[in-house]
């Protein structure tokens, strides 16, 4: 297929990187223009000077840009440059308000727009294995789905458009919580007089095992903090959940509390740390 990709950063760049590899045509944008110019050296495609020309002929545009402000710049720019019923997803996690905008002003000009939002960070970019979250047609989600495989381990459609907003929220959601308790399940062994490693290895075999605690446990023992997803990109997440939550009544206790808490290790210096980065509230010795 002819497909654009805008936004080539730390997961961008890789997932554009998939879809040339897998054989598709296509064509980047970048508001940083040497990005798009060192991805086109390294990859088959080509770098646009605007998103529109990116997006010229396209059958299908992925997004991955920073928040509702950017994609709602960037779809008026690009839908007059679509094929006709081409498909906008946008892997940019943002409001569930601005997926619905957004899939009403596609549909009026005969296009599509799925909300795909997706997990799995930086490392999952890298090995084409992120999990995607869509919300929008059950068409343009089935014309869609062989392309973003070329990405993605696990694709879902959740409803319709805003779905896929909704269930990111829901991740990260769950994820502010388990990073909280694997902090202080830290902090306490070393307070314990335990080894780290060997609780790991006792505890990671049973009930308390997830992802986190397999990925990040050892790196936030070694105080490293320099990959994986920022405690800025979560604050923005977590803001977009509160305030999706004060619309639908839910009660985000531990949400709001975690959320204050990345406010604190943004005090420390740590924006552009990872979110295991909890721990340093507890353990402020990096």
Not at 69 to 88: H, K, T, W
Request: charged share 15%.
């Amino acid at each position: 297929m002819r497909l654009a990709f805008i936004g080539l950063g730390v997961m961008g760049a890789p997932m554009a990187g998939h879809l040339a590899a897998a054989g598709h045509a296509v064509s980047v944008f970048n508001r940083s223009p040497e990005k798009a110019r060192a991805w086109a050296a390294a990859h088959p495609g080509a770098a646009a000077a605007t998103p529109a020309q990116a997006a010229q002929g396209a059958e299908l545009v992925a997004l991955c840009v920073g928040a509702d402000p950017d994609v709602r710049g960037l779809v008026p720019q690009i839908l007059p440059a679509l094929a006709p019923g081409a498909i906008i997803a946008d892997h940019t996690t943002t409001s569930a308000e601005l997926a619905r905008d957004m899939a009403a002003l596609a549909a009026a000009s005969g296009h599509s727009f799925l909300d795909a939002p997706v997990s799995g960070g930086q490392a999952g970019a890298e090995a084409g294995r992120l999990t995607v979250m869509c919300g929008g047609d059950s068409d343009a989600f089935a014309r869609a789905e062989p392309v973003i495989a070329a990405y993605a381990r696990a694709i879902r459609l959740m409803g319709g458009p805003g779905a896929g907003q909704l269930t990111k929220m829901v991740n990260q959601i769950a994820i502010a919580g388990v990073v909280q308790g694997l902090a202080e399940a830290l902090h306490f062994t070393r307070r314990a007089g335990l080894d780290p490693a060997e609780v790991l290895a006792a505890i990671s075999q049973g009930a308390a095992q997830s992802w986190q605690m397999d990925n990040r446990w050892p790196t936030m023992a070694e105080g490293k903090f320099d990959f994986g997803f920022a405690v800025d990109w979560m604050r923005k997440d977590l803001g977009l959940v509160l305030d999706e939550a004060a619309r639908n009544g839910a009660r985000l206790d531990l949400t709001r509390q975690v959320d204050a808490w990345y406010a604190e290790v943004q005090g420390l210096g740590g924006a552009r740390w990872d979110t295991s980065s909890l721990v340093t509230r507890l353990e402020p010795t990096r």
